[in-house]
């Protein structure tokens, strides 16, 4: 009797060791991802910036395989034992959250997008208000390489049945179709418009194509849905390196030689008679129609210091084992000024200092901000906090810490402050957003004229 007393105590202690140790880490868990939703709150980062997952509270468990799922980390918590949106601006669409719950409780979309300052009105053939304006790629909301393809090769096709059915002709002087970015979305378009016979140009602001694929780390592997690329076939893997895609689309631009304006960015566009004319920061075109395949990411923010039109300053870091035994500086506090500073203070020789205006980092992902105070705390980065850089020089930069004026010996600068987002450039040509749809509906008692194409 005794000893079956014995077992069972034993048995009940072990499982409540079990069930408490769970408890504890879970409500610890929790304590953090409430810090981290307020902090994100505060930030405007809960906001998404294109297609995000949308969690049923009444199916929600709150079991965290939504969080173990998800490639960026830390996009969502719990929060009150449920799963929540944190770090919206994150979410990259992959919608691994949704396949890993367990009851159904997520759908990755955009959503009601009435309301909504940042994604376009468009209509079934992706047009925008602005006839002969069209988005295809992440710029219309929705991102994901699968999606850029196939909305770059569909409104390519769609303007090419235009012509086809002689409800369109082609104009001497304009191109039938500018296609804006090099990304998936626009290559996509370029190669569709290749296919269908229409005279085209794609203007990109960088110096390559490739798009937000360009700026992957060096051998990121690339999440891929089916898809069909113009001209190539199937993209039926459901992994590729970075490389890979870069590889298979840089064949398929040389093999179709292809026409691509490169370190040209798109300002404005005003119509004309036949068309577009497109001012750029490197001349003019002019063009029937117009395909936005911009993305979202935008134009990297400058600092508007002088000297830094120099050639050692850079606004991303491609490859950081390029670099050793250089004194760096990179500036910024969000995770790619992070990541970039951790990354080149792992090659051999660098001296790398991070400067950031605030005396915090603030919004980073938890991982990276446990590897960068380690990082700062074995002295591998110097952190400048409160600071901002005054002037750029040959050998040196130039920074004010509070009161004081800081020189430090400088071979490289990485400028990673965000970007300028396209929006303005829209609004600029007259494309109208989701919240226009709410202004529009309240002016007519209600009625919202139509929705946006998923
Ligand atoms: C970290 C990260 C990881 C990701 N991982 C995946 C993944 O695993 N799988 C997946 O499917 N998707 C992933 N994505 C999303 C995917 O990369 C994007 O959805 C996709 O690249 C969007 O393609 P796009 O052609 O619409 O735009 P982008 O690839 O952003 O290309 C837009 C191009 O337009 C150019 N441009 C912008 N403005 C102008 C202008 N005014 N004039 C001229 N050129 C201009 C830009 O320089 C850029 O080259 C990831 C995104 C990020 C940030």
């Known amino acids: 009797?005794?000893?079956?007393?014995?077992?069972?105590?034993?048995?009940?202690?072990?499982?409540?060791?079990?069930?408490g140790s769970y408890w504890i880490s879970f409500r610890r868990r929790e304590r953090l991802d409430h810090a981290r939703l307020e902090e994100a709150v505060e930030l405007g980062l809960q906001r998404p910036v294109g297609q995000f997952p949308y969690i049923d509270a009444s199916r929600c468990i709150g079991?965290?395989?939504?969080?173990?799922?998800?490639?960026?980390?830390?996009?969502l918590g719990i929060v009150g034992g449920l799963a929540k949106v944190i770090n919206g601006v994150r979410c990259i669409g992959i919608a691994s959250c949704a396949t890993a719950c367990p009851v159904g409780a997520i759908e990755v979309g955009l959503g009601d997008v009435r309301g909504r300052a940042d994604i376009p009105v468009l209509n079934e053939d992706r047009e925008t208000n602005v006839p002969g304006i069209f988005i295809a790629g992440e710029l219309g909301g929705l991102s994901?390489?699968?999606?850029?393809?196939?909305?770059?090769?569909?409104t390519a096709y769609g303007i090419a049945e235009g012509y086809?059915?002689?409800?369109?002709?082609?104009?001497?002087?304009?191109?039938?179709?500018a296609i804006v970015g090099a990304g998936p979305a626009g290559l996509s378009a370029a190669l569709a418009s290749v296919e269908k016979g229409l005279s085209y140009v794609v203007i990109e602001q960088q110096a390559d194509f490739g798009g937000t694929i360009y700026q992957y780390p060096r051998r990121k592997l690339v999440h891929t849905q089916p898809v069909d690329?113009?001209?190539?076939?199937?993209?039926?893997?459901?992994?590729?390196?970075?490389?890979?895609?870069?590889?298979?689309?840089?064949?398929?631009?040389?093999?179709?030689?292809?026409?691509?304006?490169?370190?040209?960015?798109?300002?404005?566009?005003?119509?004309?008679?036949?068309?577009?004319?497109?001012?750029?920061?490197?001349?003019?075109?002019?063009a029937r129609h117009v395909i936005l395949a911009t993305g979202r990411r935008g134009t990297p923010r400058k600092l508007g210091v002088p000297g830094e039109d120099l050639s050692k300053v850079m606004y991303q870091v491609r490859d950081a084992e390029l670099y050793r035994?250089?004194?760096?500086?990179?500036?910024?506090?969000?995770?790619?000024?992070?990541?970039?500073?951790?990354?080149?203070?792992?090659q051999p020789g660098n001296e790398v200092t991070i400067s950031y205006r605030k005396d915090r980092f603030y919004r980073i992902k938890r991982?990276?901000?446990?590897?960068?105070?380690?990082?700062?705390?074995?002295?591998?980065?110097?952190?400048?906090?409160?600071?901002?850089?005054?002037?750029?020089?040959?050998?040196?930069?130039?920074?004010?810490?509070?009161e004081e004026e800081v020189v430090l010996d400088n071979d490289w600068v990485f400028i990673m402050i965000g970007g300028v987002p396209p929006f303005?450039?829209?609004?600029?040509?007259?494309i109208r957003f989701g919240d226009d749809l709410v202004v529009a509906a309240s002016n007519n008692g209600g009625n919202t004229a139509h929705s946006p194409a998923p």
């Open 144 to 154: 994901l390489v699968r999606n850029a393809v196939d909305q770059g090769r569909d």
């Open 229 to 286: 690329l113009p001209l190539h076939g199937r993209l039926d893997k459901p992994e590729h390196s970075k490389e890979e895609l870069l590889e298979l689309f840089e064949g398929l631009v040389r093999r179709y030689d292809l026409a691509m304006r490169f370190g040209e960015r798109v300002l404005e566009t005003e119509s004309t008679e036949h068309g577009y004319r497109l001012r750029t920061t490197a001349g003019e075109h002019f």
């Open 164 to 177: 086809a059915c002689g409800g369109d002709v082609s104009v001497p002087g304009y191109v039938d179709v």
């Open 367 to 402: 991982k990276n901000q446990e590897r960068i105070e380690e990082h700062i705390r074995r002295g591998l980065v110097k952190a400048l906090f409160s600071s901002t850089v005054v002037s750029i020089e040959g050998q040196v930069v130039r920074l004010r810490c509070g």
């Open 424 to 430: 303005p450039l829209l609004r600029k040509i007259g």
């Open 63 to 75: 079991c965290s395989a939504c969080i173990d799922a998800c490639p960026e980390g830390d996009v």
């Open 325 to 346: 035994k250089q004194r760096i500086l990179c500036v910024g506090g969000g995770d790619s000024a992070v990541e970039a500073a951790m990354g080149l203070a792992n």
């Open 1 to 19: 009797m005794a000893e079956a007393a014995l077992i069972w105590g034993g048995a009940a202690l072990m499982v409540g060791l079990i069930v």
